[in-house]
């Protein structure tokens, strides 16, 4: 067998953990090669692919980012370098003319869908789930969103000391898109007093009354708040479309936003700090690096079984697989009845809302 391996999308940490179990799983099975395609889908269309063998997996476990490189606009059904020109048929012949019997696709919902359409064409495949967002649809974690959590919790912790030092409101945007995974997993964790997310669009109203009774009470406040969040009846705050995307809007500042909006209804000075792609950098924590051995290593079954056009995923405990079409282009919001919410608001956190 020769199976093809791709990272697409934005990276996230676990990627190369996920790299490697594929690898090694597969190299195990006697005469089974393995491929790497450079930069995602933008390997396909242009031809660069290298081939994986143990020594060019090994000692990448800790390391951040991809070693094969990724893209977050290459798209074979509309290639940016094309003037959008769908190049599928031949990206599907270049396919066919390396003898790949399959390709595993690690990325979020936009290379799932990718990856969909490919399969429909007749290329076998197999899907990952990667994002820091943690919003792909039939899985509860994506590798990623541990260590973003992990980075974003360290963050508060620090806010945390420097808030209570001049006695300021303190508040820290979080990255995750639509989802407010990122921001409530966090928030919990880093002792957050208010926690804003998009499933939630806060009143400001509320969120000045928390800061106000604080500062009579504890003198400083933490807010962790998630990019997609919103005021109620407000809009989305982005920071730049980028139009060859598959992608456009990226949402960013909503922290900045809230500081000017709160500033004049509390007693205090208000500081925003932003962390960006610190989120997505570095490497794994131990859980991520294990979920992502996990799902490479599924995912190297899924091959070896023959069983295409399915996704990993992580069910409970459990590893698991979906039908790719299960996945395609969809994401997954925090629901208003998630436990981890009543768990806020039981323990006198807010989200900016009255608790449901
Ligand atoms: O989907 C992962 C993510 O990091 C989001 O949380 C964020 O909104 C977006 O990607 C940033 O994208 P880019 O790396 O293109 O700026």
């Known amino acids: 067998m020769r199976v093809g391996i791709l990272t697409g999308g934005g990276d996230c940490p676990g990627l190369n953990a996920v790299i490697r179990a594929v690898a090694r799983s597969l190299i195990q099975l006697d005469g089974t090669e393995v491929i790497g395609i450079e930069q ?26 991809t070693i094969l490189g990724t893209h977050n606009k290459a798209n074979p059904f509309g290639y940016f370098g094309a003037g959008g020109a769908d190049v599928s048929e031949a990206t599907c012949a270049y396919v066919r003319e390396l003898g790949l019997d399959a390709i595993v696709v690690i990325g979020g919902d936009g290379s799932m869908a990718i990856a969909h359409q490919l399969a429909a064409r007749g290329i076998p495949v197999v899907g990952c789930p990667k994002t820091i967002d943690n919003d792909l649809a039939h899985t509860d974690r994506s590798f990623g969103f541990d260590t973003a959590v992990a980075i974003v919790t360290e963050a508060l912790d620090r806010l945390q000391t420097t808030g209570r030092s001049h006695g300021r409101v303190m508040i820290l945007e979080t990255m995750g898109r639509y989802a407010g995974w990122i921001a409530l997993h966090a928030g919990l964790a880093g002792g957050a007093d208010i926690i804003l997310i998009p499933e939630l669009p806060y009143r400001l109203d509320e969120v000045a009354r928390v800061c106000r009774e604080r500062e009579a009470r504890e003198h400083y406040t933490l807010i962790a708040i998630a990019e997609g969040a919103r005021p109620e009846g407000g809009q989305l705050t982005v920071k730049e479309r980028i139009e060859d995307s598959p992608e456009p809007i990226r949402l960013g500042g909503v922290g900045n936003v809230l500081r000017t909006q709160l500033e004049p209804l509390v007693g205090c000075e208000v500081r925003t700090t932003i962390l960006g792609h610190v989120q997505r950098g570095g490497p794994p924590t131990p859980f991520d690096r294990v979920l992502a051995t996990q799902y490479g290593h599924a995912a190297a079954q899924l091959v070896a079984q023959g069983n295409f056009n399915r996704v990993v995923v992580l069910r409970g405990t459990q590893i698991e697989s979906v039908p ?16 981890l919410l009543r768990t806020a608001w039981d323990t006198g956190v807010s989200t900016g809302t009255a608790p449901l």
């Open 324 to 339: 790719l079409a299960d996945v395609a282009g969809r994401t997954r919001n925090v629901p208003l009845d998630h436990p």
């Open 40 to 65: 995602g889908f933008l390997g396909l269309i242009e031809r660069r692919v290298r081939p994986l063998d143990l020594d060019s997996v090994a000692d990448i476990m800790a390391t951040g980012g």
